[in-house]
């Protein structure tokens, strides 16, 4: 198994420009989420999906989209880059959304808006 | 809402002097209590889970416990290759699949 995997692994953008940055898994797992997370900070929850076709917000989503057509991916949107989105961004999954369930990260995307 | 609070912010160790980090916080319904390990440029891996106030978890030279309102990691006898950000989460209940991270305590063990 591959685990998370994410691309890609460093982007830079100009202000205005949109991107999507990828995530998949290859587990089964039914439950994927992503985080952002900035200098000395811990993770911010931006959008999660507890199966395909069902998102919903987490605690920073705004600027952000993300859609679930497949269990095994999970992109997430930025429609218009901002420089407060320079970040670094974690996609992961645990085998499901109920109960009480292991987090298993990607590596990570490092993005930078100029 | 959810809060979790580490600390310190950052610790220093030489070799072998043992340490404990803190997680305290405040949620309704705790379902469970994570710890993670991140090292630089990468993202965080499971340490432990924690499911209920006087449970204790080990691996190696690390050693989690919870209380109703906190938890620690102990280490013990701690190597240079412990170095790295130790990360706590919580899951409560009204958030089932949800975690609420803290922002952390970075851990440098010098040899």
């Known amino acids: 198994n591959a685990g998370v995997t994410q691309t890609p692994k460093f982007q830079v953008l100009k202000t205005g420009q949109s991107m999507t940055l990828q995530c998949a898994q290859d587990m089964n797992h039914e439950y994927m989420s992503w985080y952002r997370q900035d200098p000395g900070m811990g993770l911010r929850l931006i959008h999660y999906s507890v199966g395909a076709g069902i998102t919903d917000q987490g605690e920073v989503p705004n600027g952000y989209n993300v859609s679930r057509s497949t269990t095994e991916d999970f992109p997430l949107r930025l429609l218009s880059a901002a420089p407060s989105q320079t970040s670094v961004y974690f996609c992961a999954s645990s085998l499901a959304a109920g109960g009480l369930n292991t987090q298993y990260f990607g590596p990570g995307t490092r993005l930078t808006v100029l | 809402e959810d809060q979790v609070t580490q600390s310190p912010e950052a610790l220093r160790l030489q070799e072998g002097e043992s340490s404990s980090l803190n997680c305290s916080y405040t949620v309704s319904g705790l379902r469970g209590l994570f710890w993670y390990r991140q090292d630089p440029g990468k993202g965080p891996e499971f340490l432990f889970t924690?499911?209920?106030a006087g449970e204790e978890k080990e691996k190696e030279r690390l050693k989690a416990t919870l209380t109703k309102k906190e938890s620690f990691l102990h280490i013990t006898a701690p190597k240079p290759e412990d170095s790295a950000t130790y990360l706590c989460?919580?899951?409560?209940?009204?958030?089932?699949?949800?975690?609420?991270f803290g922002d952390g305590t970075t851990l440098t063990v010098k040899p």
């Open positions: 924690l499911y209920s």
């Open positions: 989460a919580v899951q409560a209940g009204t958030n089932a699949g949800k975690s609420t």
